[in-house]
């Protein structure tokens, strides 16, 4: 796996973790920026070819 790779399945991580978070403590703002982000880390994944698992979200 390049660094690539690794990096960007470590930030969909990182954000499905932290959306789970939010939406947990009830903060509905955070919650849409977090998933927003997790949209956009998958769109880059998926443009690169980067196989990710299905999303928590």
Do not use: C, W
């Not at 009830?26 to 880390?41: H, I, Q, T």
């Amino acid at each position: 796996m390049d660094a690539f790779t690794a990096g960007i399945l470590q930030r969909i991580k990182n954000t499905e973790a932290d959306l789970d978070r939010a939406r947990e403590t009830g903060d509905d703002f955070l919650a849409d920026v977090e998933a927003a982000e997790l949209e956009d880390l998958q769109r880059l994944a998926s443009e690169h070819g980067v196989e990710v698992g299905a999303p928590s979200a």
